[in-house]
T-cell receptor, first 115, second 112 residues
Framework: EAGVTQSPTHLIKTRGQQATLRCSPI?????VYWYQQALGLGLQFLLWYDEGEERNRGNFPPRFSGRQFPNYSSELNVNALELEDSALYLC??????????????FGEGSRLTVL | AQSVTQPDIHITVSEGASLELRCNYSYGATPYLFWYVQSPGQGLQLLLKYFSGDTLVQGIKGFEAEFKRSQSSFNLRKPSVHWSDAAEYFC??????????FGTGTRLKVLA
């Protein structure tokens, strides 16, 4: 069974540009979560999608946005990139909205570098 | 405020030595607790989880953790560390909804 896949693995952009990151959850998982892992800051919750809808977002500005497609894959968009957006962006999926059903399954991440 | 604290940013142990990684949490609801491991360039992998029942939980790769409600702790232990255990370890807590709170991680270095 394929795990959570993310693309691209690495992405280099300049300030002011836009970045798009993609995530495919494990087959059968309907919930997708996005986290930002900046150096020394641990994992910060960005967005949660389930059944095609944005269910919740973390404390990030509106230039961080995304969507979930009918096949449950997801896209994270970061507009007007700033230097501090440089981080590893992790996508995770779960089979249900209730995390009591199990755990989060993580992809290997997309490393965004903003120059 | 809900939070997870991993007081040790870096830990270095010799191969074969025992290991304990500390995790303290502040959470109003009944906590569900997790330990994840992240190897360099990899995503996070679940080591173990505590939902209820026996407060000593066993995980993969020979790890275990003990939930101590009175101390608000969920420390991770391993009796004998292997060089392949070198990685970053994250403690996390949730009440069972989407909201996971992660600690800032402990980076483990293993000396040969």
């Amino acid at each position: 069974e394929a795990g959570v896949t993310q693309s691209p693995t690495h992405l280099i952009k300049t300030r002011g540009q836009q970045a798009t990151l993609r995530c495919s959850p494990i087959s059968g998982h309907t919930s997708v979560y996005w986290y930002q892992q900046a150096l020394g800051l641990g994992l910060q919750f960005l967005l949660w999608y389930d059944e095609g809808e944005e269910r919740n977002r973390g404390n990030f500005p509106p230039r961080f946005s995304g969507r979930q497609f009918p096949n449950y894959s997801s896209e994270l968009n970061v507009n007007a990139l700033e230097l501090e957006d440089s981080a590893l962006y992790l996508c995770a999926s779960s089979p249900t909205t209730s995390l009591l059903a199990g755990e989060l399954f993580f992809g290997e991440g997309s490393r965004l570098t903003v120059l | 405020a809900q939070s997870v604290t991993q007081p040790d940013i870096h830990i270095t142990v010799s191969e074969g030595a025992s290991l304990e990684l500390r995790c303290n949490y502040s959470y109003g609801a009944t906590p569900y607790l997790f330990w994840y491991v992240q190897s360099p360039g990899q995503g996070l992998q679940l080591l173990l989880k505590y939902f209820s029942g026996d407060t000593l939980v066993q995980g993969i790769k020979g790890f275990e953790a003990e939930f101590k409600r009175s101390q608000s702790s969920f420390n991770l232990r391993k009796p004998s560390v292997h060089w392949s255990d070198a990685a970053e370890y994250f403690c996390a807590v949730t009440s069972g909804t989407y909201k996971y709170i992660f600690g800032t991680g402990t980076r483990l270095k293993v000396l040969a």
